[in-house]
């Protein structure tokens, strides 16, 4: 049973940055997936962006293209999301989500295994 813990959440003002880290216990083999999701209150959950090391490429939401960033240090075993030009309506509490063995192939959380407890992320103007 993979663990993923969050951190990284914080209050800034719009136009800001962030960077969410997300720290797995186990390794995760040679396919695998790691996303970030994100739920605003009173929204559904949404995809933000994951990375499929069997697809090979990185997908993001639209509203978030070109803002955000997912990237790895392999090493610490620890995927990031970097976040710039942050807007008011990315407040929300993020979660980092992984799936090992297995191909993604889009932002439906159905395709993830494993859950963090999230890391609230709060944007003022």
């Known amino acids: 049973q993979v663990q993923l813990v969050e951190s990284g959440g914080d209050s800034v003002q719009a136009g800001g940055s962030l960077r969410l880290s997300c720290a797995a216990s186990?390794?995760?083999?040679?396919?695998?997936?790691m996303g970030w999701f994100r739920q605003a209150p009173g929204k559904e959950r949404e995809g933000v962006g994951r990375?499929?090391?069997?697809?090979?490429?990185?997908l993001y939401v639209d509203s978030v293209k070109g803002r955000f960033t997912i990237s790895q240090d392999r090493a610490k075993n620890t995927p990031y999301l970097q976040m710039s030009k942050l807007k008011l309506e990315d407040t929300a509490m993020y979660y980092c989500?992984?799936?090992?063995?297995?191909?993604?192939?889009?932002?439906?959380?159905?395709?993830?295994?494993?859950w963090g407890q999230g890391t609230q992320v709060t944007v003022s103007s």
């Open positions: 989500a992984a799936a090992r063995s297995r191909l993604c192939w889009s932002l439906r959380s159905t395709e993830f295994d494993y």
């Open positions: 186990e390794l995760m083999g040679s396919d695998y997936c």
């Open positions: 990375f499929s090391s069997g697809v090979g490429d990185t």
